[in-house]
């Protein structure tokens, strides 16, 4: 019985040996993730900084990686996914070490660069190593499983938060900083079991490199990248001010951390539906539409909802950008030469983070001058407009 298992996964057309290990990475690196970034927001709380300077803080999560990402990219598409993976887990473990020691307003700055610069190694790389792990028939499948582990991660994450927080208004930061930098200590373990392909080709090593601009000319690559921007951009402003959200309408730290639970719980469900719903309506289609349904969620949490109708904005929200988030992943690696694929990925990777450091500063500013819900109208038209920049510019073909 063990001898035919060995033998169907020998023989699959997916490479578990990496993918197991790689999904496992993922998964803790979402968790520690969401609970670092969570509980920096609450820190700030704790030490009275104005909401301005919470954008500042979260903004500084893509400084040094928008400077780095091509050459990453560079870097991967020579064959050197694994590695990247490694050193990008060690810098990802070091700034949540560095949470746990110094919380003061200059080091919640600075580690947040540090952490980001992590980050972007490990995204970049992980989702080349999908490729690796999976053949071009089981791609769809590959990422699909890639982008589940990455929402339990996401789902983890602030129910974490909400259990230690209980009842209470503000979470015991401290003991969250130091259970987020334990566990990016073990997701460094996990991810120095991935190895290096055992032969990198020798094109992979003397191979061209395919320049930014001509990559930037395909054809509906920089509507795709300026929506996916745009969507993880706003997404990762939702897990930061929800919070304020609920400290604004009275609703406890539990239900906040809930609502942010349920929200990537259905994005993992979204994820896992994900093959099936690109075969029955297409990657362009599907990522139209769920981008523009994603927007109108931004605009309903403009309003005063009840708890539950929360709940269901934040259900309906999840799976929509699980879907849109996937696509804008898929379609760029789907459309781009394989010898430039690290490199495309990169530029979409530092898109989002440019509007990471873009986007949290503005929101600080304009819900400084027009509140939480100005901030969520606002994002609302952003979402819708990149929805239809896409229907407007999709290829033909």
């Not at 997916?14 to 990475?25: F, N």
């Not at 499948?141 to 990455?150: D, I, Q, R």
């Amino acid at each position: 019985m063990f001898q035919k298992f060995s033998d169907r996964i020998h023989n699959s057309d997916v490479d578990y040996r990496l993918l197991v290990p790689l999904l496992l990475c993922t998964t803790l690196v979402q968790v520690v993730t969401a609970m670092v970034r969570i509980t920096t927001s609450y820190r700030a709380v704790e030490l009275n900084l104005s909401i301005v300077w919470l954008g500042l803080i979260a903004a500084t999560f893509a400084i040094v990686p928008i400077m780095l990402a091509v050459r990453i990219g560079r870097f991967i598409d020579h064959g050197h996914d694994a590695h990247t993976a490694w050193m990008g887990s060690a810098i990802f473990a070091a700034a949540c070490a560095g949470f746990a020691v110094w919380s003061t307003p200059e080091g919640l700055l600075i580690w947040s660069t540090i952490m980001g610069t992590g980050h972007l190694m490990l995204m970049a790389s992980q989702q080349m190593l999908c490729v690796r792990a999976s053949t071009p028939r089981s791609m769809e499948k590959v990422f699909g499983n890639y982008m589940v582990a990455g929402a339990i991660g996401q789902g983890v994450g602030p129910y974490v938060v909400g259990w230690m927080g209980g009842a209470a208004t503000l979470p015991p930061t401290e003991t969250l900083f130091t259970a987020g930098a334990v566990l990016a200590i073990v997701s460094l373990a996990v991810a120095l079991t991935m190895r290096p392909s055992a032969a990198p080709p020798a094109e992979a090593k003397d191979r061209k490199d395919v320049p930014v601009r001509e990559l930037m000319r395909t054809p509906g690559l920089v509507t795709v990248i300026a929506a996916g921007v745009i969507l993880v951009s706003s997404s990762d402003v939702i897990l930061i001010y929800i919070p304020l959200l609920g400290a604004e309408r009275g609703i406890d730290v539990r239900d906040i951390g809930l609502l942010l639970t349920v929200r990537a719980a259905a994005s993992m469900v979204a994820r896992i539906f994900y093959a099936r719903m690109v075969g029955v309506f297409g990657r362009w289609p599907l990522m139209i539409s769920t981008s523009f349904v994603c927007g109108a969620t931004y605009a309903a949490l403009a309003f005063p909802l009840p708890l539950w109708a929360m709940h269901l904005t934040l259900v309906i929200m999840g799976f929509t950008f699980g879907l849109a988030a996937t696509l804008s992943i898929t379609i760029i690696v789907d459309m781009t030469v394989a010898e430039a694929r690290g490199t495309a990925n990169s530029l979409r990777i530092m898109g989002n983070r440019m509007g990471q450091f873009a986007l949290p500063f503005l929101a600080g500013l304009v819900a400084a001058a027009a509140g939480l819900a100005g901030l969520f109208a606002v994002l609302a038209g952003a979402i819708v407009a990149a929805s239809s920049a896409m229907a407007w510019k999709r290829p033909n073909s």
